[in-house]
Structures are given as structure tokens and as C-alpha cells.
Antibody, heavy 122, light 110 residues
Framework: QVQLVQSGAEVKTPGASVKVSCKAS????????LHWVRRAPGQGLEWMGW????????SFAQKFQDRVTMTRDTSVSTAYMELNRLRSDDTAVYYC???????????????WGLGALVTVSS | QSALTQPPSASGSPGQSVTISCTGT?????????VSWYQQHPGKAPKLMIY???KRPSGVPDRFSGSKSGNTASLTVSGLQAEDEADYYC??????????FGGGTKLIVL
């Protein structure tokens, strides 16, 4: 069965960086795009970007363009999202989600990780 | 990309139908048939309910249906059940490899 297992909760100070991992199993890791989505407390879902797990090509929401990096290690079927220059309003649960489109992005996220809480506080 | 517009809340009694709207622009919902809907219960990960405007993933009850007209997509939940109470989010492809979510709608089953 498809599973996306994310790393644990993190507490960071403003200005620091955080790197969240997402380990995939139950399907061919390089056969589907992975998206990153976050939900801040009291807010809605926010799309951050995607990574083509086969080629490593990425696309980001304009809001995160200069602060986010998305990478993958195909040898361990794991994707990573690193967010730099953290601010208090980056406090959120960060999810990875698989795109159902296979080789293409179909903008339907059929499997999700459980989320990783990142708290940014001085 | 600006967030898609959803009503903050919607409600209905068990057995009734309720429709949640999702309004975008001609740059996203109005142009692309890549509209999806997600259900999220408190403390849980979102769950895909509808993709490509009208398609239901395996396992999603046919009480859930999607549609689109112009720049507005809609999710209809028929035969409301208590377990349908949750937050619902729409999303759409917004061109140039970007996506966007709506602000979310809290569905209350009275």
C-alpha cells in the first residue's frame, strides 16, 4: 500500500532553516510527482511546490521562490523540503502529497503524509 | 497566484444536500479542468474527494460530486451524514506549473 512517512516535529528559531523529509513506499518513487503543502494554525491549505522525483525538476509557488529548496534521493525513495530564513508565520504543519498523474502533473493529490509540525519561535 | 474563494462555512441537516462553491479566475478554474476537492478532519491529513472537476477516486462515496461553470467550481454532498462534517478545500492548476488552494469551507452537519 502507498505510504508517505514524514519526519518528526521541529522547533526552530527565526532566521533558521528546516528540512522535512518524506519517505515513500508501496509504489515506484520516480513514477509520480510529489507536492508540498502546508497548513498554518487557523489557516487553510497552501501549495508550496512540486518536485519531479525522476528528474529532480521543481516548481515553486511565487511566495516561496527565494526561500525553498526541494530535492530527492531516489536511492532511499525520499523527498526533502528545506525552507530557509524562517519566520514566525512559517509555523505550520507541512505535508507531502503524491500527484495521481504518474508521469504528468494532474493536480490531484491522492496520498498524503501525516504532516510534520514546524514551530518557529524565539 | 491568489487563493480561490470559498465560503467560510456551509451547513445542512442529515440527509440533505449541500453545495460548496469555489470561485477562481480565467487564469485558473476558468481555463483548466484540473480542479480537485479535499476533505480534512481535525488533526488528520487531507483526503482527495474529487479530481479533474468531476472524477471520484476509488472508495469515495458517490454522494460526493463535482462540477464547474465558468470560473466557479462546486462540490455537492448529497445525503449528508454526520461524518461529512469537516473542512473542505478546492484546488486548481493556475498555469506555469503552479497550483492554488481555496481558503477552505467548514461543513457543519446540524
Amino acid at each position: 500500500q502507498v505510504q508517505l512517512v514524514q519526519s518528526g516535529a521541529e522547533v526552530k528559531t527565526p532566521g533558521a532553516s528546516v528540512k522535512v523529509s518524506c519517505k515513500a513506499s508501496g509504489y515506484t518513487f520516480t513514477g509520480s510527482y510529489l507536492h508540498w503543502v502546508r497548513r498554518a494554525p487557523g489557516q487553510g491549505l497552501e501549495w508550496m511546490g512540486w518536485i519531479n522525483t525522476n528528474t529532480g525538476v521543481t516548481s515553486f509557488a511565487q511566495k516561496f521562490q527565494d526561500r525553498v529548496t526541494m530535492t530527492r534521493d531516489t536511492s532511499v525513495s525520499t523527498a526533502y523540503m528545506e525552507l530557509n530564513r524562517l519566520r514566525s508565520d512559517d509555523t505550520a504543519v507541512y505535508y507531502c502529497a503524491r500527484d495521481l498523474g504518474g508521469r504528468y502533473v494532474f493536480w490531484g493529490f491522492d496520498f498524503w503524509g501525516l504532516g510534520a509540525l514546524v514551530t518557529v519561535s524565539s | 497566484q491568489s487563493a480561490l474563494t470559498q465560503p467560510p462555512s456551509a451547513s445542512g441537516s442529515p440527509g440533505q444536500s449541500v453545495t460548496i462553491s469555489c470561485t477562481g479566475t480565467s487564469r485558473d478554474v476558468g481555463t483548466y479542468n484540473y480542479v480537485s476537492w479535499y476533505q480534512q478532519h481535525p488533526g488528520k491529513a487531507p483526503k482527495l474527494m474529487i479530481y479533474e472537476v468531476t472524477k471520484r477516486p476509488s472508495g469515495v462515496p458517490d454522494r460526493f460530486s463535482g462540477s464547474k461553470s465558468g470560473n466557479t467550481a462546486s462540490l455537492t454532498v448529497s445525503g449528508l451524514q454526520a461524518e461529512d462534517e469537516a473542512d473542505y478545500y478546492c484546488s486548481s492548476y493556475a498555469g506555469t506549473n503552479k497550483g492554488v488552494f481555496g481558503g477552505g469551507t467548514k461543513l457543519i452537519v446540524l
